[in-house]
């Protein structure tokens, strides 16, 4: 079978990747458990509305380093003073079920796999520019005016090394964005590579016709 593709989302705080990723998931390129949307480790606490073991595993730093010391991270980062990794354990044994896999992971964690795994597909998201991320940040009220300085500083940061992704999506339209992740998602399963099992299994159906069976 086929191995599955990986897919590394960036995208700088207040972009909209999070209803991007939910969108994509529930449509097309979702269809049938095809794309999994692998639930990262983080010391951070949890926010109100986050449950554990859905939108993250909290641990706490001790735990994360045991994991680290073992080699249990495909990737891990430092951002924000906590942690954040993505496990071995969650995604290596979905891409070889033929799983497509999705990670939303910051720039330092996409470098490492990118490094790693060349052959995965590192997509930056974002936003149309500074004033419109600036604008969002400050009507979602989450953070305070130096909160929002320190977001837009390392958003720059992020977006200076747009080199490292293949492809970009400028979000400034939500139904455009999630049709070009469908689309580079799905472009790559249509790879002929990827499909050959089944064109044989058509092609056999031809070939058994053509006998006569
Ligand atoms: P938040 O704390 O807002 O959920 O996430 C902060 C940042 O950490 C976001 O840019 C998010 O994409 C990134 N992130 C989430 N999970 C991981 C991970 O497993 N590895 C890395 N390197 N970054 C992650």
Do not use: C
Request: glycine fraction near 8%; charge should be negative.
């Amino acid at each position: 079978m086929r191995r599955g593709e990986l897919f590394l989302l960036t995208a700088p705080s207040g972009t909209g990747k999070d209803t991007l990723i939910d969108r994509v998931l529930t449509g097309e390129a979702g269809r049938d458990g095809a794309l999994w949307h692998s639930i990262s480790y983080t010391t951070r606490q949890p926010r109100s509305d986050e449950v554990n073991g859905e939108h993250y595993y909290f641990v706490d730093r001790k735990t994360f380093e045991a994991m680290t010391s073992k080699g249990e991270f495909l990737e891990w980062a430092d951002y924000n003073d906590n942690y954040y990794g993505t496990s071995v354990r969650e995604v290596v044994p979905r891409l070889e079920r033929g799983i497509d896999v999705i990670l939303d992971i910051e720039v330092q964690g996409a470098q490492q796999i990118l490094e790693k795994r060349p052959e995965s597909h590192g997509i930056l998201v974002l936003p149309p520019s500074y004033e419109a991320l600036r604008e969002r940040l400050q009507r979602r009220g989450e953070d305070d005016d130096s909160q929002i300085a320190e977001r837009l500083a390392v958003s720059l940061w992020e977006i200076e090394r747009y080199e490292l992704f293949g492809y970009a999506i400028i979000n400034d339209d939500l139904d455009l964005a999630v049709l070009a992740l469908t689309a580079i998602i799905l472009e790559k399963r249509l790879r002929r590579d990827r499909q050959v099992h089944r064109i044989e299994t058509i092609l056999q159906g031809f070939r058994s016709a053509a006998r006569g069976e």
